[in-house]
Antibody
């Protein structure tokens, strides 16, 4: 059974750096074709894909956020870390961890973690 | 950045058929497969259609997907109250040097 769980701060001040961790189980990020990434959703708004890291360390980022995002992995600890620099109140929302395996879709999602950016 | 457009809402009575459209571009729907996600209030999205028209295990066959050119559709037949949710189309986009994934604007399905 694949599980993903997001963790990190619930409140971040504007201009600070946000760091979120996705802890996963039920698969290995060393298996060919596997990718773990992030999606966010501002309150009452649509889903927004942020980025993805693959088993081979290839990464894909949202073009509009690429300059502010970094996704890294620690395969031994089974976790993926999202770093977002210079946050703003518009970055407030629920951040979901997602997983794929040799697919163009994301069948596995974490429950999400709500992050509020406010002074 | 590329946008995939959906109608804000769609509605139907129990038992009816509801169809949701998703309009993209040659760079996303036009050349890549489409996925559909269902999001019930307060929960994480759930994949209901992948690769244009395939259903993951456990998804009722009331859900069906289709694609033509740069547009796609999700149909829910025999609408049930538990189908009331937000639905998002999604696809990879190849318009830039590095592919990226894009979600549609979302459609709220209301069961009258």
């Amino acid at each position: 059974q694949i599980t993903l769980k997001e963790s990190g701060p619930t409140l971040v001040k504007p201009t600070q750096t946000l760091t979120l961790t996705c802890s996963f189980s039920g698969f290995s990020l060393t298996t060919g074709g596997v990718g773990v990434g992030w999606v966010r959703q501002p309150p009452g708004k649509a889903l927004e894909w942020l980025g993805l890291i693959y088993w081979n360390d290839n990464k894909r980022y949202s073009p509009s956020l690429k300059s502010r995002l970094t996704i890294t992995k620690d395969t031994s600890k089974q976790l993926v870390v999202l770093t977002m620099t210079t946050v703003d109140p518009v970055d407030t929302g629920t951040y979901f961890c997602i997983q794929t395996h040799s697919s163009s879709s994301f069948p596995n999602w974490g429950r999400g973690t709500l992050v509020t950016v406010s002074s | 950045q590329s946008v995939m457009t959906q109608p804000p809402s769609a509605s139907g009575t129990p038992g009816q058929r509801v169809t949701i459209s998703c309009s993209g571009s040659d760079f996303n729907i036009g050349r890549n497969t489409v996925n559909w996600y269902q999001q019930l209030p307060g929960t994480a999205p759930k994949l209901v259609i992948y690769a244009d028209s395939l259903r993951p295990s456990g998804v009722p066959d009331r859900f069906s997907g289709s694609k033509s050119g740069a547009s796609a559709s999700l149909a829910i037949s025999g609408l049930q109250s538990e189908d009331e949710a937000e639905y998002y189309c999604a696809a990879w986009d190849d318009s830039l040097n590095d592919p990226f994934y894009v979600f549609g604007t979302g459609t709220k399905v209301i069961v009258l």
